[in-house]
């Protein structure tokens, strides 16, 4: 079974950046989208980027556009989430996911790692 790990995470002030990691170890990520999601505190989790297998689409949450860049890099079986312009209100956990091989973004999630506290505060 796939299994994710995310990395990355931290604090950082406002204006900051991180870049998360979503890995695998015993699988290739080649043909599987990874989507990036994040829950915080008494809210709802929720989407805030995709990639597809092949790298060629992407889609963001509205709110992080223009900040927040996915991309892959398949010899290193790592999905990235760099994320600039920080805001304290992305402060959450966040995590990689992916839905079955060959599927898509739009398909439900099925595999996820175990999340990455992100927390932008002064």
């Known amino acids: 079974q796939l299994q994710l790990v995310e990395s990355g995470g931290g604090l950082v002030q406002p204006g900051g950046s991180l870049r998360l990691s979503c890995a695998a170890s015993e699988f290739t990520l080649d043909y599987y989208a990874i989507g990036w999601f994040r829950q915080a505190p008494g809210k709802e989790r929720e989407g805030v980027s995709c990639?597809?297998?092949?790298?060629?689409?992407?889609n963001y949450k509205d709110s992080v556009k223009g900040r927040f860049t996915i991309s892959r890099d398949n010899a290193k079986n790592t999905v990235y989430l760099q994320m600039n312009s920080l805001k304290p209100e992305d402060t959450a956990v966040y995590y990689c996911?992916?839905?079955?091989?060959?599927?898509?973004?739009?398909?439900?999630?099925?595999?996820w790692g175990q999340g990455t506290q992100v927390t932008v505060s002064s």
């Open positions: 996911a992916a839905p079955n091989v060959g599927w898509g973004c739009s398909d439900s999630f099925d595999y």
């Open positions: 990639i597809s297998s092949s790298g060629d689409i992407t």
